[in-house]
C-alpha cells in the first residue's frame, strides 16, 4: 500500500534561518507531488507541485522553493525565513490521473 | 481561481442536513470535496467528473453542474464525526493541480 511521509511534524525557527522540510511516498511510482500551505484559520494554497524529477511548477510567488531530487521525494526549502512564512505545511501525492490526493501529517512551522 | 465556498460556517444538532456549495469562474474538469479534523490532514471523501454526476459515500452526498461550474456537497442525518472543515477543490484542465476553497466549517453538536 502506497504511504506517504512527511518531516518533521512541528518546526519552531527564528527570522532569516534556512528552512528544509521532506515529504516522500512509497509503494507507488511517477506520482504527482504537491506542497500546500495552511494559514491558521484558512484554505489549502497550493505552493508547488511536481509532475517528475527535476519539474517544478509555482503558484505563488514567494519566498520558498521547491526541489524533487528523486522521483517520491519532494522537498520545500527557504534560504531565510519571514514571519509571514509560518503556518501548516502539507505535502500531498497524486496519481496521474489526480483522482485522490493523499496527505501527509503536516508540518507546523513557527516562525520567531 | 480559487473556487468559492459558501457558507463560511455552519452549526448543526445531530440528526439536521446541511448543503455546503462550491462555485469556480472557470469550466472545470472536475470537483474534489475533502474534510479535515482539526490538526489533521485532510481526507479525500469523493470526485466528481464533468458529465453532471452525482456520488454518494455514506451518508455524504454530492452533485456537479458543469454548465453552472458548481458543485453541491449534500450532508444528510449529520453526525457528531462529520465536525469539520469542508473543502471543495476544483481542476480546470485533467491531470496536474487542484486548487482549493477556503473551506466551510461544521460543527454538529449532540
Known amino acids: 500500500s502506497q504511504t506517504i511521509h512527511q518531516w518533521p511534524a512541528t518546526l519552531v525557527q527564528p527570522v532569516g534561518s534556512p528552512l528544509s522540510l521532506e515529504c516522500t511516498v512509497e509503494?507507488?511510482?511517477?506520482?504527482?507531488l504537491y506542497w500546500y500551505r495552511q494559514a491558521a484559520g484558512r484554505g489549502l494554497q497550493l505552493l508547488f507541485y511536481?509532475?517528475?524529477?527535476?519539474?517544478i511548477s509555482s503558484e505563488v510567488p514567494q519566498n520558498l522553493s521547491a526541489s524533487r531530487p528523486q522521483d517520491r521525494q519532494f522537498i520545500l526549502s527557504s534560504k531565510k525565513l519571514l514571519l509571514s512564512d509560518s503556518g501548516f505545511y502539507l505535502c500531498?501525492?497524486?496519481?496521474?490521473?489526480?483522482?485522490?490526493?493523499?496527505f501527509g501529517q503536516g508540518t507546523r512551522l513557527t516562525v520567531v | 481561481q480559487q473556487p468559492v465556498q459558501s457558507p463560511q460556517a455552519v452549526i448543526l444538532r445531530e440528526g439536521e442536513d446541511a448543503v455546503i456549495n462550491c462555485s469556480s469562474s472557470?469550466?472545470?474538469?472536475?470537483v474534489h470535496w475533502y474534510r479535515q479534523k482539526h490538526g489533521e490532514a485532510p481526507v479525500f471523501l469523493m470526485i466528481?467528473?464533468?458529465?453532471?454526476e452525482q456520488k454518494g459515500h455514506e451518508k455524504i452526498s454530492a452533485s456537479f453542474n458543469e454548465k453552472k461550474q458548481q458543485s453541491s456537497l449534500y450532508l444528510t442525518a449529520s453526525q457528531l464525526s462529520y465536525s469539520g472543515t469542508y473543502f471543495c477543490?476544483?481542476?480546470?484542465?485533467?491531470?496536474?493541480?487542484?486548487?482549493f476553497g477556503a473551506g466551510t466549517r461544521l460543527f454538529v453538536k449532540a
Open positions: 477543490g476544483t481542476e480546470i484542465t485533467g491531470g496536474f493541480k487542484t486548487i
Open positions: 509503494g507507488t511510482s511517477n506520482p504527482n
Open positions: 511536481s509532475v517528475g524529477i527535476g519539474q
Open positions: 472557470k469550466a472545470l474538469y472536475s
Open positions: 466528481l467528473l464533468k458529465g453532471g
Open positions: 500531498a501525492w497524486s496519481s496521474r490521473a489526480n483522482t485522490e490526493a493523499f
